[in-house]
């Protein structure tokens, strides 16, 4: 392993998770941390710790200069993004590289073409990867916008090029709407992402949302199956489960292969998710995006795979190639991960910063929690809401299910209001655990059940 000390250019739960993979691999950590994080749980694991700015992110976790000039002074061999922030940032990536060390995640020239997804699109029909209907790259003018609306009919999706985390993303009934919202998109992602291009998609009804874990070494790809995040809120996924339970084994494989098949076209390397849209009702899917980075959602994965993907990006960031074959991988069992956020699901997902008095986390079998958290510890109110991951796997969906259910019961965190209700809730709906769902399922499902995910201080239901 040539890489000696790894920097930990993120926060939170993943820059947690990096720092004890690091740690199994036998490499020294340095993470850096805004001012607002410099009692982090993270900063409290790591070898050495950077303060590069103040809370706002502008100004620490998206500073480039600072987090390289951290690495400098340190003597870091190698940068891990984790996700958000600069995790798609090519730039980033090529600053990392440039300044003689090792940046874990794929090439800055691979996040160009696969992070804009308008190039991805592109990448992908040339790799024979089915794509929904919609525009041939980023739309000239708000004419164009019309003339692909007219071609491809109404609901459309406008989505930003550099988009990320349901930002950027509006749809359009009509050319009216269109006209109205594709301004507000272009704004938003601009203010985000520092790009406003968009282009245009036929929105897929009652769509399921499924992605293919892949991993590359630059030469090689495998791919790890598949998740299902169709639960979402504003388009921000909550609930996320592999194998999804809508595919039957001949889809499966189809989707997997063209997921390899689009990674080995773009010499891919490190951790990679190609996302698609399921089609029930046609057995069609339909590639949407790819994100050239970890995801939240990793965990699944890993419980129903056995691979640890994080110390896998490392191992092949410093130029090892792939471990596992791709017949040495299956599925085994079921996974579920629920998002446990400091916020009150009764009153509109309301941000719930605060100080965690004590906690109370389940355990047993089959049951993981990622988290950031301690007693005292102070939710800063800069970032996003995220405290951790809950991850159940069991041997069948139901078992994980029940699993799940068990696990929310005895969870605590005192101090907070956290979505942990909203997940007791959700495990025991007959649609979800028939596996009826679909994009658009969870936000009238809120409208109807929302006030009644009361909690008491310890984030349980009242």
Same mark, same amino acid.
């Given at each position: 392993?040539?890489?000696?000390?790894?920097?930990?250019?993120?926060?939170?739960?993943?820059?947690?998770?990096?720092?004890?993979?690091?740690?199994?691999?036998?490499?020294?950590?340095?993470?850096?941390?805004?001012?607002?994080?410099?009692?982090?749980?993270?900063?409290?694991?790591?070898?050495?710790?950077?303060?590069?700015?103040?809370?706002?992110?502008?100004?620490?976790?998206?500073?480039?200069?600072?987090?390289?000039?951290?690495? $400098?002074?340190?003597?870091?061999?190698?940068?891990?993004?984790?996700?958000?922030?600069?995790?798609?940032?090519?730039?980033?990536?090529?600053?990392?590289?440039?300044?003689? @060390?090792?940046?874990?995640?794929?090439?800055?020239?691979?996040? $160009?073409?696969?992070?804009?997804?308008?190039?991805?699109?592109?990448?992908?029909?040339?790799?024979?990867?089915?794509?929904?209907?919609?525009?041939?790259?980023?739309?000239?003018?708000?004419?164009?916008?019309?003339?692909?609306?007219?071609?491809?009919?109404?609901?459309? @999706?406008?989505?930003?090029?550099?988009?990320?985390?349901?930002?950027?993303?509006?749809?359009?009934?009509?050319?009216?709407?269109?006209?109205?919202?594709?301004?507000?998109?272009?704004?938003?992602?601009?203010?985000?992402?520092?790009?406003?291009?968009?282009?245009?998609?036929?929105?897929?009804?009652?769509?399921?949302?499924?992605?293919?874990?892949?991993?590359?070494?630059?030469?090689?790809?495998?791919?790890?199956?598949?998740?299902?995040?169709?639960?979402?809120?504003?388009?921000?996924?909550?609930?996320?489960?592999?194998?999804?339970?809508?595919?039957?084994?001949?889809?499966?494989?189809?989707?997997?292969?063209?997921?390899?098949?689009?990674?080995?076209?773009?010499?891919?390397?490190?951790?990679?998710?190609?996302?698609?849209?399921?089609?029930?009702?046609?057995?069609?899917?339909?590639?949407?995006? @790819?994100?050239?980075?970890?995801?939240?959602?990793?965990?699944?994965?890993?419980?129903?795979?056995?691979?640890?993907?994080?110390?896998?990006?490392?191992?092949?960031?410093?130029?090892?190639?792939?471990?596992?074959?791709?017949?040495?991988?299956?599925?085994?069992?079921?996974?579920?991960?629920?998002?446990?956020?400091?916020?009150?699901?009764?009153?509109?997902?309301? /941000?719930? /910063?605060?100080?965690?008095?004590?906690?109370?986390?389940?355990?047993? /079998?089959?049951?993981?929690?990622?988290?950031?958290?301690? /007693?005292?510890?102070?939710?800063?109110?800069?970032?996003?809401?995220?405290?951790?991951?809950?991850?159940?796997?069991?041997?069948?969906?139901?078992?994980?299910?029940?699993?799940?259910?068990?696990?929310?019961?005895?969870?605590?965190?005192?101090?907070?209001?956290?979505?942990?209700?909203?997940?007791?809730?959700?495990?025991?709906?007959?649609?979800?655990?028939?596996?009826?769902?679909?994009?658009?399922?969870?936000?009238?499902?809120?409208?109807?059940?929302?006030?009644?995910?009361?909690?008491?201080?310890?984030?349980?239901?009242?």
């Amino acid at each position: 392993m040539p890489i000696g000390k790894l920097l930990i250019a993120n926060r939170g739960e993943i820059a947690v998770r990096i720092n004890r993979a690091a740690r199994e691999l036998g490499i020294r950590t340095v993470q850096v941390h805004s001012a607002a994080d410099a009692d982090s749980l993270a900063v409290e694991m790591a070898d050495e710790a950077v303060d590069i700015g103040p809370p706002a992110a502008a100004k620490s976790y998206l500073n480039v200069a600072a987090i390289l000039e951290a690495a $400098r002074k340190t003597g870091a061999d190698a940068v891990h993004p984790g996700y958000g922030f600069l995790a798609e940032n090519a730039e980033f990536a090529d600053a990392v590289e440039t300044a003689g @060390m090792v940046f874990v995640g794929p090439r800055g020239e691979t996040i $160009r073409r696969m992070g804009d997804k308008a190039s991805a699109r592109q990448a992908a029909k040339e790799a024979g990867v089915p794509t929904v209907p919609g525009s041939d790259g980023l739309l000239s003018d708000p004419g164009a916008a019309r003339t692909v609306a007219d071609r491809i009919g109404y609901p459309v @999706m406008i989505k930003a090029t550099a988009g990320g985390g349901g930002r950027g993303i509006r749809i359009a009934q009509n050319g009216d709407e269109l006209d109205t919202l594709a301004p507000q998109a272009a704004s938003e992602a601009s203010a985000a992402f520092g790009d406003g291009g968009l282009y245009l998609e036929k929105v897929i009804e009652r769509a399921r949302h499924i992605e293919v874990q892949i991993l590359g070494d630059g030469n090689n790809v495998v791919h790890l199956f598949e998740r299902e995040c169709s639960l979402q809120r504003r388009r921000q996924k909550v609930w996320e489960e592999a194998p999804s339970p809508a595919l039957d084994a001949e889809t499966r494989q189809a989707l997997c292969d063209s997921a390899v098949r689009l990674a080995q076209s773009v010499g891919y390397r490190g951790a990679g998710t190609i996302e698609y849209l399921y089609d029930d009702v046609s057995g069609a899917f339909y590639f949407i995006e @790819m994100n050239t980075r970890i995801q939240v959602e990793h965990p699944v994965t890993e419980e129903i795979t056995g691979v640890d993907l994080v110390a896998e990006m490392i191992r092949i960031a410093g130029g090892a190639p792939l471990s596992i074959a791709q017949a040495d991988l299956a599925i085994s069992g079921h996974a579920i991960e629920v998002r446990i956020n400091a916020e009150d699901p009764a009153n509109n997902f309301m /941000p719930f /910063p605060g100080v965690v008095a004590d906690f109370r986390f389940p355990g047993g /079998p089959g049951v993981r929690f990622d988290h950031m958290l301690y /007693p005292g510890y102070q939710i800063p109110p800069f970032y996003d809401s995220l405290l951790g991951k809950l991850i159940v796997r069991g041997e069948s969906r139901e078992q994980a299910i029940a699993r799940l259910q068990r696990a929310v019961s005895e969870f605590r965190i005192d101090g907070l209001k956290t979505t942990a209700p909203l997940f007791s809730a959700l495990a025991g709906d007959a649609a979800v655990r028939s596996g009826a769902v679909h994009t658009g399922w969870l936000e009238p499902w809120l409208e109807e059940n929302g006030a009644g995910l009361a909690q008491n201080e310890g984030g349980l239901a009242a």
